[in-house]
């Protein structure tokens, strides 16, 4: 069983997102983020921590650095430099002091803490068996803020709908990185779960395999996001292996997960199709033509059962939807 980070559970609902992760920054990191204003707040996707470099800031149009005086510049030069000790007591932190305890995770290169919130971590590979085993020598981190965004799927979800069987199309999300693909599927997961009167959608029982703990955001198998009242969450579970779980166990009507894109993913799907049970998933990549390339996705595009498609962009924010293509003529609904 993975080890859990020793923080204590959030409710997205009672605090900001980026309050959720302050408890994990240094003191003087955390008063330097917590001391910037509302409206930059509202806009900070990341803070990177880098050794004996700038304190960097992803915001929703923009890169930033962090001066020590707690103001956004544009020079590296002037912004706050990242010391050892600052990323020691970052990771003591994240960890709850058990580095090693948490070697699964140091595997897949991230930590996923209480909320949903993801800590990329780069360092020392260590390999053993021609896989990477762990890693040592954390130079830089990355803390991902996870937000929820309710009724970011209502203009969506009437073109996800198949109102005959009221139930969901087979759906695909994809997008590049930072495009808002886990934030539009939560959204899609709560809407579907606790139903649509509107779009005469009843409430629908949902499987979630949430392999990195940024869908639900489960703490000790608790959600501490709203993923909605009918949803049943497989937490820190691989996606291959929980989609038949929540198969076998649990009689969803749909199933649901995040990031897709090994062999096994694809066989498990199948066997989810074939059980008759909806899929919503999402995956990484620019174009369809990208995704047809990846040898492991060629297969699923073989299969002709994905009814919808969409691209997620960032040309009017976060989370807009570029386009929505019909999975059968593979042809634009004009949906922009």
């Not at 923080?7 to 302050?22: D, G, N, Q």
Request: glycine fraction near 8%.
């Amino acid at each position: 069983m993975a080890a859990t980070p020793l923080l204590r559970p959030v409710k997205s609902t009672k605090s900001h997102p980026v309050e959720e992760v302050l408890p994990v920054l240094p003191v003087q990191l955390r008063n330097l983020i917590a001391g910037l204003p509302l409206e930059v707040l509202e806009r900070l996707e990341e803070i990177r921590l880098r050794q004996e470099r700038p304190l960097a800031l992803g915001l929703v149009h923009k890169d930033a650095f962090l001066s020590p005086e707690g103001n956004l510049v544009s020079s590296p030069e002037q912004a706050y430099r990242v010391s050892a000790g600052d990323l020691e007591r970052t990771l003591q932190l994240v960890t709850g002091s058990s580095l090693y305890a948490l070697e699964e995770e140091l595997r897949n290169g991230y930590i996923t803490l209480p909320g949903g919130h993801r800590v990329g971590l780069t360092g020392r590979a260590v390999m053993e068996g021609g896989r990477v085993k762990t890693l040592k020598y954390i130079s830089s981190l990355n803390i991902r803020i996870s937000r929820e965004v309710p009724g970011l799927a209502t203009p969506l979800l009437p073109h996800l709908i198949d109102r005959r069987l009221k139930s969901i199309y087979h759906t695909l999300i994809f997008s590049p990185p930072r495009c808002g693909k886990t934030t539009l599927l939560r959204d899609i997961i709560r809407q579907l779960s606790n139903g649509a009167p509107e779009l005469d959608l009843p409430g629908l029982t949902v499987g979630v395999v949430d392999e990195r703990s940024e869908l639900a955001g489960c703490y000790r198998g608790v959600p501490q996001r709203d993923v909605g009242v009918r949803t049943d969450v497989l937490d820190g579970c691989p996606k291959a292996e929980g989609m038949i779980m929540l198969l076998r166990s649990m009689a969803p009507q749909v199933i649901a997960t995040d990031e897709i894109g090994r062999d096994e993913d694809i066989a498990a799907l199948e066997e989810v199709f074939h059980a008759g049970v909806r899929v919503l998933v999402t995956v990484h990549g620019a174009s369809l033509a990208e995704l047809a390339a990846r040898p492991a996705l060629q297969h699923l595009f073989k299969l002709k059962v994905i009814q919808r498609f969409v691209l997620l962009g960032r040309s009017r924010g976060v989370g807009t939807v570029e386009d929505i293509l019909d999975g059968q003529t593979m042809r634009s609904l004009g949906v922009r």
